[in-house]
């Protein structure tokens, strides 16, 4: 079923739009009405970055935001820039711009591993996730036990789909990143 997502668009915008979700190689009929982000991994990761007011409100207005497929489209600065625009839900709050998109940097990463995953589960021969390191990259011992644990037979930072490893640190990026596990070809 194809969903509209740029309806609320001007013709010019929506072009471009439409364009660069196409070419990320995500057919039309997958849209999704919101994006995969529970209130409680939300809330783990605002309670964890600390820079943001304790402000039911603020709460309210990000994860919803955060739910709204529009938030892949603007991106993290396009939605900050939205929400602290005059008129925008946050206009006036006294939030510092760049720690509003620090934070959405964080959850646009949390938000697209979720749904790389997700679309994961659903491809033919997947078996499961490696979480990897780019090179020459710094992380925690948490991290880095990830990436390199064999907890499951699968090999080195590898978990079936009912066994994925939250982000160790709520309110910090991830520098991992994922792929899929596919069955060997016989």
């Known amino acids: 079923m194809f969903k509209d997502w740029f309806r609320k668009s ?3 915008k929506a072009e471009s739009r439409k364009s660069l979700v196409l070419e990320a190689g995500i057919p039309p009929e997958e849209r999704v009405d919101q994006l995969p982000l529970s209130q409680i991994q939300f809330l783990r990761h605002f309670n964890g970055f600390g820079e943001l007011p304790d402000d039911p409100q603020l709460r309210d207005t990000l994860l919803r935001s955060l739910q709204d497929p529009n938030f892949l489209l603007d991106l993290p600065r396009g939605t900050a820039q939205r929400l602290l625009s005059p008129g925008g839900a946050l206009a006036g709050s006294g939030i510092a711009a760049d720690t509003l998109l620090r934070f959405l940097n964080l959850m646009h990463g949390e ?4 749904m790389y995953i997700k679309a994961a589960r659903e491809r033919l021969g997947a078996r499961g996730i490696r979480f990897l390191l780019p090179d020459n990259v710094t992380v925690p011992p948490e991290e ?3 990436v390199e644990t064999d907890a499951h037979g699968l090999g080195a930072g ?3 789909f009912d066994a994925m490893p939250e982000n160790p640190h709520p309110g910090q990026p991830a520098k991992y990143y994922v792929r899929v596990i596919l069955d060997e070809p016989s």
Not at 111 to 114: D, L, S
């Open 158 to 160: 590898a978990y079936p």
């Open 144 to 146: 880095r036990a990830i």
């Open 111 to 114: 938000v697209t591993r979720a």
């Open 10 to 12: 001007t013709p010019d």
